[in-house]
């Protein structure tokens, strides 16, 4: 008597997605400064631009007051801070950002801890363009008004082109932005990637044998707060 063997059941898209999420864990990435940070600057680059549309200079410039204090401790926290935060855990030559550009549509298990070697030369680019702003601004609006305390000191070409490049780094971040956006879509409709998520949570899934970062303790977090806010009102009152 003859015996048919019964072919192996298929799997199911689920039953897939249950394997593959067996093979990883729920990581903590990101500390909570660094996306105590990230929001932070989402909600001041809006507030900068209503309060400019609304002709509102005094919120205005307080908006960039505490803009640049966030950005010197950004600084800092890239040299002292979370693993996933320093400089040198994600900084990326040119062709490695481009060999990673070129694999974008290629859909594969996410092990990145951190910034990915494109999203490395975004926050470069976002963090220079940042302080840019902030400290042209510094300059033209310090004293709530059109001038700033330089600006009769220095050569009226040298105020023109600080006033100018002021208005310029602003179109530029807003470009730099509009593109970040953008990869974020790519990356959530290419690779089934969510990036957005783990800046909101502080984790993601990873693979099992993937190392998680170290963390920074929040006390040096509050001591360099402490220190670049009074850094930041200084420059405000001084520059």
């Not at 997605?17 to 680059?45: E, K, M, S, Y």
């Not at 902030?134 to 700033?148: P, Q």
């Amino acid at each position: 008597m003859m015996y048919r063997m019964k072919p192996p059941p298929l799997s199911s898209p689920r039953s897939s997605l249950n394997q593959a999420a067996a093979g990883t864990r729920r990581t903590a990435v990101w500390d909570l400064p660094t996306r105590l940070f990230h929001w932070a600057v989402v909600a001041l680059i809006i507030a900068l631009y209503v309060s400019q549309r609304i002709n509102r200079m005094d919120l205005h410039v307080a908006a960039g007051i505490i803009l640049l204090a966030l950005l010197i401790f950004r600084i800092l926290w890239g040299f002292f801070g979370a693993e996933t935060a320093r400089f040198r855990h994600f900084a990326a030559s040119p062709a490695t950002a481009l060999r990673h550009l070129l694999h974008l549509a290629r859909r594969e298990p996410d092990r990145t801890v951190g910034h990915n070697p494109a999203g490395a030369w975004m926050v470069f680019l976002l963090l220079g363009l940042l302080l840019g702003e902030t400290l042209s601004g510094l300059y033209t609006n310090n004293d709530v008004a059109n001038d700033g305390p330089f600006t009769e000191i220095v050569p009226a070409p040298l105020a023109n082109f600080i006033s100018d490049l002021h208005t310029i780094l602003w179109d530029a971040l807003l470009g730099a932005i509009a593109l970040h956006l953008l990869a974020i879509f790519i990356y959530a409709v290419l690779k089934r990637q969510n990036l957005v998520g783990p800046m909101l949570t502080g984790a993601k899934r990873l693979p099992r044998d993937v190392t998680p970062p170290r963390f920074a303790s929040l006390a040096l977090a509050l001591l360099l707060a402490a220190g670049s806010t009074g850094a930041a009102l200084l420059m405000a009152n001084f520059l």
